[in-house]
């Protein structure tokens, strides 16, 4: 099968999906949305086997994709999928993921995933100040203008509310999120999902967050549905680095190293589960880093290091100057 290339309208995928299956194509469907958007769709022989729509993988990415109405697609045979994890059939996986999107269009928690990326949610209304070690200000947790941490036993179940109290602490230990002026003076958490909302940090996953901290994934899962039940937390967008950013760095890096340079490029992408089209912005530290470490000569590396400020600055990808000045 030759090259495929179009603009994405609605129901415009579904169908490009099925035509690929019937003409048992095999490689990469690349998508891109106007708003900074990347998503790829890896088929073998007419069948789905992979889908990356960073921060979400396979299903959950596939019913976030049959929403676009905007975007531009193309097919680039021969490409190969990094991994292989779905095994259903082309009809069957599009009725699941029409029906997740469906859900998904209702406001439903079902849409909630393993590989959802969380933000504790901000506003300009009261400030939610407990600490970190779970402490409260106040002899009897209230008096002020926050809102802060009281907690409750009942038998073996742990249970938290934010209620009123006063401001405690040092503001980088503080949890820096603040109640919509929509939620209630007061909200009972299990202590999974508080534990969950003091580890999101916008950019990993809840399957990673889970690995990280030694609980379940479907616990994690349960306890992002109670926070966003509770309007505590919303969904991230990943903004994603232009792809041209890697491929100039790519540059460099052969530039400074000889043809090396480009395996060192895509062992680094690879090591952090990314490729050109989607690193996050958040990342772009993490992978200089790894990029960094391929230097041995310091001339080199200081020389390299140069460059990337320059390429960074370019694609306004500037790192934060140390206090956030």
């Not at 048992?24 to 769709?41: E, F, I, K, T, Y």
């Not at 310091?298 to 400020?309: C, I, W």
């Amino acid at each position: 099968m030759t090259s495929l290339t179009g603009r994405i309208e609605e129901g415009v995928l579904p169908n490009l999906i099925q035509y690929l299956s019937l003409s048992q194509a095999s490689g990469c469907l690349m998508l891109r949305h106007p708003q900074r958007l990347h998503a790829n769709v890896y088929v073998e022989r007419g069948r789905v086997v992979f889908v990356d729509a960073k921060p979400l993988y396979d299903l959950a990415a596939l019913a976030a994709l049959l929403r676009w109405t905007e975007g531009r697609f193309a097919f680039r045979p021969g490409v190969r999928a990094p991994r292989n994890t779905l095994t259903s059939s082309t009809e069957t996986l599009l009725l699941q993921a029409t029906h997740k999107a469906d859900e998904i269009a209702g406001g439903g928690a079902n849409e909630i995933d393993a590989d959802s990326v969380l933000m504790a949610v901000t506003s300009g209304g009261t400030g939610m100040v407990a600490d970190r070690g779970g402490n409260n200000s106040g002899a009897d947790g209230h008096g002020g203008d926050g809102l802060g941490l009281a907690e409750q036993d009942a038998g073996s179940v742990r249970s938290y509310e934010f209620g009123p109290v006063m401001q405690l602490g040092d503001p980088a230990t503080r949890l820096g999120s603040q109640l919509p002026e929509a939620a209630a003076d007061t909200v009972s958490l299990s202590l999974t999902a508080l534990d969950l909302w003091r580890r999101l940090d916008g950019v990993s996953s809840l399957r990673q967050i889970a690995a990280n901290s030694g609980r379940r994934v479907s616990d994690v899962v349960n306890g992002a549905v109670e926070l966003f039940d509770n309007a505590l937390v919303d969904y991230v967008s990943l903004v994603v680095a232009d792809p041209r950013f890697a491929q100039e760095l790519a540059r460099e890096a052969v530039d400074l190293l000889g043809p090396v340079g480009e395996i060192v490029v895509e062992d680094a992408l690879y090591e952090l589960g990314l490729t050109v089209d989607t690193i996050p912005v958040g990342s772009v530290d993490a992978l200089l880093e790894l990029l960094e470490d391929a230097f041995d000569n310091p001339f080199s590396r200081a020389e390299f290091l140069r460059r990337v400020t320059e390429l960074r600055r370019l694609f306004a990808l500037e790192a934060p100057e140390v206090g956030g000045r």
